[in-house]
């Protein structure tokens, strides 16, 4: 039965679309967790100016994105409905706004003495560590004591006179990105000592603009050959910057680990899940040394036109969704990085599918200087 809270719960995304996805995930972990009403946050399909494509602050997209004015409803990146309606089963209240004025706490507020310390690790991963009163917080306590720490809190702050009426309502404010309080990455341990950790991840779909998008691109690659095993490789830009020289080394190290070499006797092509372009040599390398006797495919092979289309941010989902789906479609590998907030989301979805995933490590694996 769907529990509506007399407290609810505002929170911003930021980052990607999949650093916003765990923003989001996390947010609806807590609200299930301490029973508050969450209210929806609006999202990014473009981050920061930078990402904008060849003129600053263009106006001309492709619906329903070609009103920028109006960008930041949920479902702008997101599947609204299936979000909400998935969450109402799980009794989590959902809303869009909050109508009335409540007194906004904060985090530190709300939740006496709890302290978050997060640790960037040498693969370029953060950890999370929940302290509670000087003490470290097990992933397996980690819901009891938030809880406890939640009641205790709200129960000062009601006798401070809180809310209206008889009735103590109040907004928690909270950043449940990777910035403050991170609950989700994918589906790691404190995610899932949270009870309803799949159940959330699995309530947050892309939006029918990002699977009809992307569900075209494999209907193309598919129906060329039928017989073609595709695999795909996210190559992050960001990460670090390649080095070519060393490129063939490189990529035989990674799939000779991963014990995924293409047999060149095969039909076989690689899908390239990024906005690097590699350079020809680099292409020819992976038809000569590694079997694929297909390719290597970007998504403007068969979305002439995305870059134009769509805001950045939702080209991005796009693109991380035919890698994904390519590959379960053709039974081939899904190539992922160990650091990057998508496919912590697509190693999790896979690894409950049963499609072949590998993980790269970032600081081992990346083509860096």
């Known amino acids: 039965m769907l529990s509506m809270s007399s407290h609810y719960l505002r929170i911003l995304t930021r980052g990607g679309g999949g650093n916003q996805r765990e923003c989001i995930i996390s947010a609806g972990l807590l609200a299930s967790l301490l029973k508050l009403c969450l209210v929806l946050p609006k999202v990014h399909p473009i981050f920061h100016l930078a990402q904008e494509h060849r003129s600053q602050n263009r106006s001309s997209y492709l619906p329903p994105y070609h009103n920028r004015t109006n960008w930041g409803d949920f479902g702008d990146l997101f599947d609204k409905h299936h979000f909400v309606s998935s969450l109402h089963k799980l009794g989590i209240c959902v809303v869009d706004k909050v109508d009335y ?12 003495g709890l ?9 370029k991963t953060w950890t999370t560590t929940f302290f509670w009163n000087g003490r470290r ?41 990777w910035t403050g309080f991170p609950l989700s990455r994918g589906e790691n341990a404190a995610c899932q000592n949270l009870g309803a950790c799949h159940e959330v991840t699995e309530a947050l779909h892309p939006n029918a603009v990002i699977i009809n998008a992307s569900a075209q691109a494999v209907t193309v690659l598919t129906h060329r050959k039928t017989d073609v095993v595709w695999d795909a490789l996210h190559l992050r830009a960001f990460m670090c910057v390649p080095r070519w020289a060393n ?23 690689l899908y390239l899940v990024s906005d690097v372009k590699l350079p020809p040599p680099i292409l020819d390398m992976f038809q000569l040394q590694f079997g694929y006797n297909e390719g290597v495919v970007r998504k403007e092979a068969v979305l002439k036109t ?17 890698g994904n789906a390519l590959t379960e479609h053709s039974g081939g590998v899904y190539y992922a990085f160990e650091g990057s907030s998508s496919d912590a989301y697509l190693i999790a979805r896979r690894n409950h599918t049963g499609a072949h995933t590998v993980v790269l490590r970032n600081k081992a694996d990346l083509l860096c200087q």
């Open 101 to 112: 004025a409540l007194p906004s706490i904060s985090a530190r507020t709300a939740l006496p």
């Open 115 to 123: 302290e978050i310390r997060k640790t960037w690790t040498d693969r």
């Open 137 to 177: 917080v097990r992933d397996e306590d980690l819901a009891t004591t938030l809880s406890l720490a939640f009641a205790q809190g709200t129960d000062v702050l009601c006798r401070g006179g809180h809310g209206a009426g008889g009735v103590c309502s109040l907004a928690l404010q909270m950043d449940t990105c």
């Open 247 to 269: 490129a063939l080394a490189t990529f035989k190290r990674v799939f000779a680990q991963a014990g995924q070499m293409a047999s060149k006797t095969a039909n076989r092509g």
């Open 306 to 322: 995305i870059w134009e289309d769509y805001p950045y941010e939702v080209v991005a989902q796009i693109d991380l969704e035919i």
